[in-house]
């Protein structure tokens, strides 16, 4: 399995988000999908990619889902 896993810190880079939004939106079940190694979450690039498209408005104010 070659899956690069995206630190907390990176994806909220990422982002343009704190570290602090990524484990709320862990709490309140928002965001996107991660795994624990240990204690800490990982994020998959896909995930990424896939909540970017979830959450996409074009003009119009429309979503793209």
Request: proline share 5%; net charge positive.
């Amino acid at each position: 399995m070659d899956t690069i896993l995206l630190t907390e810190t990176e994806v909220a880079s990422f982002l343009g988000k704190s570290t602090i939004t990524l484990a709320r939106w862990r709490r309140e079940g928002y965001g996107p999908s991660f795994v624990r190694v240990g204690r800490s979450p990982r994020y998959q690039r896909e995930a990424l990619s896939d909540f970017m498209r979830a959450n996409s408005i074009v003009p119009g104010g429309h979503t793209t889902t």
